[in-house]
């Protein structure tokens, strides 16, 4: 928080979700003063992301995936794969929140999960959608079991 005294004499206050973070503020840009039942509001939708909890992350479900019956169930060399590529995922999307996941405007995972990289086209393209495929299949498990 930091205290202004303006040039007209009227003290501000300007609120702000953490150092270095977001101003807290009303729809018209205006800084919610201290007091404003808006404040407490507006820090917690700031704050949202910022400190999430790991069982409301991707790592959960992945997790939870490699011991169940459905994955276990797999043949070895599909088990062996989807193994190698929940690696994949977890390492580019482990720590992603739920509400991430869920929020429509950043559907741009599936972008993403398709990067290029060094490797050739064709062989890229065979990974990407193996690995999307494992994605898919472990996100329908979570989906039934009601993990995420």
């Known amino acids: 928080m930091h205290k202004r005294v303006l040039s007209n004499g009227k003290t501000v206050y300007y609120c702000y979700a953490w ?3 977001p101003l807290l503020k009303h ?14 509001r507006a820090f917690a939708e700031a704050t949202k992301d910022r400190f999430v909890d790991p069982s409301e992350t991707l790592n959960k479900p992945i997790t939870e995936y490699r011991t169940s019956t459905d994955f276990a ?15 994949l995922i977890r390492d580019e999307f482990g720590t992603m929140s739920f509400a991430v996941l ?6 741009r995972i599936q972008g993403m999960a ?4 060094g490797e050739t086209a ?4 065979r990974v990407d959608d193996a690995r999307e495929s494992a994605l898919v299949r472990q ?3 979570a989906h039934r079991s009601q993990c995420m």
């Not at 729809?27 to 407490?40: A, K, M, N, R």
């Not at 169930?73 to 690696?87: C, I, P, V």
């Not at 869920?102 to 559907?107: A, F, L, M």
């Not at 398709?114 to 990289?117: F, L, W």
């Open 114 to 117: 398709r990067r290029h990289g």
């Open 73 to 87: 169930g797999k043949a070895a060399k599909t088990w062996k794969e989807y193994d190698r590529y929940l690696d």
């Open 139 to 141: 996100g329908s498990w």
């Open 19 to 21: 150092r270095g973070g």
């Open 27 to 40: 729809s018209d840009g205006s800084p919610i003063q201290p007091g404003d039942p808006l404040l407490i």
């Open 122 to 125: 064709h062989r890229r393209l």
């Open 102 to 107: 869920q929020d429509k405007d950043t559907w």
